[in-house]
């Protein structure tokens, strides 16, 4: 099959090989020269050392792994038909006129008792405390809000706000920069469609932030966190002073180098470190544990908890689906490896983890292994590298009836940045040739503008970022791609999908998720109709 990554250099961390013939297995050059001025990533960690380790510069991308998978959502099709229609409103006569695709509904929701509905079945990635997250959130989280979807506010976003008071009890008594990501969302959220989740880890849960955000903003969700797809240890950021690295350290961080250390701070004065590190702990799990914190949150008034696990290994999915039961939490995201990150090591995001199609394959064959004792099973979010409709409705179908949503984070990510682009390149007359096609205002460029003038008002709409302008006009594009499909699939709601509208176009596609070959779909029924 060949090498599924070539190692030693990547645009994510500003390498790349200066020969044209590079050995597969190891990325070197296959004429490495004395004398070489640069730049794989081995010549670039001579001399910048554990710098080399991070997608960068910090604060200003995002990076997603380049790892080829040998089986992917792509190695999957949906299935069309001829004939018939499921899921139209009851009463609803299935026919050329009433099984049209703008008839399709893509509202879905989530929740044990207490449900939540989203217009679409997607949702936000957890936007945390690194900067690339924080100077974007208010055209994320309007987006999203707007859009009717949930957004999720990640870890640690108290722990580094550099305004953060702590009470006597080290417990956060005010922190500016979360009171800031939840008041921009409530603003506009219509209170009907989608939430904002609060992330938690273990710095969080010392810090006291599910208190926090109940008592002074009546949250009604927390989210714990295990992992994620991207990393297999805790977060981390970039801090660029001296003064925010010792305070870091302060409020309990991990940070490299040690900012305490006399010859750190004096390498750091001569310019040699530039930057420092922020690490999340690991967190440890255990059924008892996690149990008692859920009960814990719940007695703090949470109407709902949910938890967020990454690509660990078939046991610890098995836990987090037997205890989320157990709990009765309201949703487990589920997320799969490559993932993509603000900031995680690039030699973990692409050589780490259970990839999202086989997660989302063993995830389903475990839920259904609780349901057939009788085991009620979380609703279910699936992560992980998504960016489309159709990979969207394929988890959906694959993960029917318990995959409820799929979880997003460049993907709605980018759609708030071009947006906020567009806005500093009208302001200073900069519009690049692949915009400036469209028109040459607000008004020409956005094609959702004049829909939510109609919904906002003249004057309202105009105090909308256009990062959120950019992200509902995408939200809208995917609601109409995953119509369509749903349409051809003749399924007119979510509730109605199935894993039998997927065929696997390769046997290994087929023998790891359990959809039926190509040629084996619906084969015996085929059959009876010729036999007629």
């Known amino acids: 099959m060949g090498n599924l990554r070539r190692p030693n250099a990547n645009e994510a961390t500003g390498t790349f090989n200066r020969s044209r013939d590079v050995v597969p297995v190891s990325g ?7 004398g070489c001025t640069g730049g794989c990533e081995i010549w670039l960690a001579s001399f910048r050392g554990r710098e080399v380790l991070y997608p960068g510069p910090f604060g200003e991308i995002t990076a997603g792994a380049v790892k080829d998978y040998p089986v992917d959502y792509s190695h999957l099709n949906i299935l069309g038909y001829a004939h018939g229609a499921e899921g139209l409103p009851e009463g609803v006569e299935p026919g050329p006129d009433t099984a049209v695709f703008t008839n ?3 509202t879905t929701e989530y929740g044990w008792d207490i449900k939540v509905k989203m217009k679409v079945p997607i949702f936000t990635g957890a936007l945390g405390s690194t900067e690339i997250a924080r100077k974007n959130w208010e055209h994320i989280a309007v987006g999203a809000a707007i859009s009717g979807i949930t957004v999720v506010c990640g870890e640690n976003v108290a722990g580094v706000d550099p305004d953060l008071e702590l009470d006597s009890n080290r417990k956060v008594k005010k922190s500016p920069e979360l009171d800031r990501r939840i008041e921009i969302y409530k603003r506009y959220h219509d209170g009907e469609y989608g939430e904002i989740l609060i992330q938690m880890n273990v710095e969080d849960t010392r810090l006291g932030v599910a208190e926090y955000v ?3 903003h009546g949250i009604e969700t927390i989210e714990l966190k295990w992992g994620q797809g991207a990393k297999s240890i805790g977060g981390e950021i970039k801090v660029r002073s001296l003064e925010d690295a010792l305070e870091l350290k302060r409020r309990g961080y991990i940070v490299l180098p040690d900012p305490e250390l006399p010859e750190v701070q004096q390498a750091f004065k001569e310019g040699e470190i530039r930057e420092f590190e922020r690490h999340s702990r690991l967190g440890f799990v255990s059924k008892e544990s996690f149990l008692k914190e859920v009960e814990r949150l719940r007695s703090l008034g949470f109407k709902r908890i949910t938890l967020k696990t990454g690509a660990y290994s078939a046991v610890d999915l098995a836990m987090a689906l037997r205890y989320g039961a157990e709990a009765k939490v309201d949703l487990i995201t589920v997320d ?5 990150t603000g900031m995680s090591p690039w030699p973990m995001m692409n050589e780490w983890g259970i990839p999202t199609f086989y997660l989302e394959s063993l995830t389903y064959q475990f839920a259904e292994k609780l349901s057939k004792r009788g085991i009620r099973v979380p609703d279910i979010a699936i992560a992980g590298g998504f960016s489309t409709e159709d990979a969207v409705l394929k988890a959906l179908m694959m993960g029917s009836p318990y995959v409820k949503a799929v979880c997003m984070g460049r993907a709605l990510m ?4 071009v ?3 567009i806005g500093e390149w009208l302001k200073k007359g900069e ?6 096609k469209y028109g040459k205002t607000v008004e020409e460029i956005f094609i959702t503008y004049e829909e939510l003038r109609n919904r906002f008002g003249s004057e309202e709409v105009k105090k909308l970022p256009l990062g959120a302008i950019g992200v509902y006009t995408f939200v809208q594009k995917f609601k109409t791609g995953l119509q369509q499909l749903m349409a051809g699939a003749r399924k007119f709601s979510l509730s109605v999908l199935s894993r039998k509208d997927l065929i696997a176009l390769t046997k290994e596609a087929a023998e790891i998720s359990g959809i039926p070959y190509v040629m ?4 015996e029924e085929a059959e009876k109709i010729l036999e007629e």
């Open 214 to 216: 109940i008592n002074k």
């Open 520 to 523: 084996e779909s619906y084969r």
């Open 104 to 106: 399709v509904d893509t």
């Open 336 to 340: 799969g490896a490559p993932g993509g």
């Open 419 to 421: 947006g906020k682009n």
């Open 431 to 436: 519009l690049p040739k692949t915009v400036s």
């Open 28 to 34: 070197i050059c296959s004429r490495c020269i004395d």
């Open 414 to 417: 980018i759609p708030a940045m």
